[in-house]
């Protein structure tokens, strides 16, 4: 036989059993990793919903804000109506075009702060992402 035609390859029991430790290595290290990506998880997913939160907080804010200007710009105009029945001069114009234009910035207020509440806002959007690679991750691992 020559030096070229020698068989390389481990007797079958050798196999087997680096194939195993293999196996058992992977599980262990599996065993490590997996708590503590749960633990990376859970901390990410705090941290977006505290972001949520934050823009939950500055969407009432925005509402109640719009909510005081709308109010007053109700009572603007109502302050027109009367001024409007009780003379027929120009000084009714004038409170009814400022609290018409009042009512406007209260309603553009509003709508702002209304965008705020919207689901979009308030999905872990990273942490659903992190989620996925790390579960392809495993598949591809245990695979």
Known sequence: MS???LDTTPPSGQAETHDNASIGALLRQLTREVPELFTKE???AKAEMQESLA???AGIAAVA???VVLLAGLVIVL???VYGLATVMQL???ALIVGG???IIGLVMVKAGKKQ???AHFTPDRTLHAVKQDNEALKRKVS
């Open 3 to 5: 030096k070229d035609t």
């Open 42 to 44: 859970v901390a990410l």
């Open 55 to 57: 823009t939950l907080k």
């Open 65 to 67: 804000g719009g909510a």
């Open 79 to 81: 302050m027109a109506a």
């Open 92 to 94: 009714w114009l004038s």
């Open 101 to 103: 234009v009042t009512l």
């Open 117 to 119: 509440f919207e689901p």
